[in-house]
């Protein structure tokens, strides 16, 4: 099998490329030859698995880095909205800080590692979201999108030098969530059974969920399958700040049924309509708005069983 194996070398300030190279000769015996990508910057990792992907020039795509790593090859799988093959999978070696995708990846396999050297894969449900009601650009993820305070979080954390695994995730959350004011906003969703169900809110966060995990191993929604054809929403709303600093532990244990202020339902399209700033991110990358979208839409919905994905 050929293998394209693309390494984002400045994750975790430098530390993954080092970790790989610690891995490579174990993974060349593994595998015998195969060509590594080294990224030079944003959009080199989408662009790289998009040309490979048209030349056919691989067996499997390899994202080695972190969650950004990952959401990065994933839209490089997409062109013009359409997916450019479901035969060539996606497989992860994670370096990165929060490996929250890789949680939910290697949780749901029998055998991850033996998996990744067969190419052994399955199709999985892939979410998008814009900000464009017309239906412009999608950015598309795997895992875990949200509205609110999450978008605030990861930019503190991605300017601050403490980075550092689930500490630094927790750190910058109970800092943000010190700062922040809920925005007034409207949550319209699908039900699995095609009714429209709406609500106004104020929102603290809103997750969108296909994966299990994020912000360093949060659980947001325990159920989540990657193959439900659905996602688990999970609505956190309410005036008050400090139970969920106090019951922030529940989030961490899988008990988020128990966690203050918090709703759930499933669905596979929701549209949420907002007047104050609102930010967005997928993956655990911040989605800006683009000219000529609407500042004031976000529109979430689902492909069920399109991406190849190493399981």
């Given amino acids: 099998m050929k293998r394209l194996v693309v390494l984002n070398p400045a994750s975790r300030n430098g530390k993954s490329a080092r970790d790989f190279e610690a891995l490579l000769p174990a993974l060349r015996h593994r595998w015998g030859n195969f060509e590594i990508h080294r990224t030079q910057g944003p959009g ?3 662009s790289t ?14 994202a080695a880095g972190g969650d950004g790593t990952v959401h990065e090859v994933v839209n490089g799988y997409f062109d013009g909205g359409q997916i450019l093959t479901r035969n060539i999978p996606l497989g992860i070696i994670d370096l990165g800080t929060g490996g929250d995708f890789f949680r939910t990846v290697s949780a749901a396999s029998d055998d991850y590692p033996r998996a990744l050297d067969e ?10 979201v814009t900000r464009n009601p017309d239906g412009g650009h999608w950015h598309r993820f795997l895992n875990i999108a949200s509205a609110g305070l999450g978008g605030l979080m990861l930019r503190s ?3 601050s030098r403490f980075q550092a695994g689930a500490a630094a995730y927790f750190y910058h959350s109970i800092k943000t969530l010190v700062r922040f004011t809920p925005g007034t906003v409207e949550i319209e969703s699908i039900s699995l059974q095609g009714n429209r169900e709406s609500r106004e809110v104020d929102l603290i966060n809103f997750f969108v969920c296909n994966g299990r995990f994020s912000g360093g191993g949060m659980q947001w929604a325990p159920e989540a399958s990657l193959t439900s054809g659905c996602f688990n929403l999970t609505l956190i709303t309410g005036p008050r700040k400090l139970p969920l600093i106090l019951h922030a532990g529940k989030v961490y244990s899988g008990q988020i049924a128990r966690f203050p202020g918090a709703q759930f339902w499933q669905s596979n399209e929701v549209i949420l309509r907002h007047h104050q700033p609102l930010s967005v991110e997928g993956d655990g990358e911040i989605i800006a708005t683009a000219d000529g979208e609407s500042p004031h839409e976000v529109r979430f919905s689902l492909d069920a069983r399109i991406f190849p994905l190493i399981h």
Avoid: Y
């Fill in 157 to 159: 954390l991605k300017r």
């Fill in 49 to 62: 698995v998009r040309a490979a992907l048209r030349e056919r020039a691989f067996d499997i795509i390899i």
């Fill in 119 to 128: 190419g052994r894969f399955a199709c999985v449900d892939c979410g998008k």
């Fill in 44 to 46: 080199d990792a989408s």
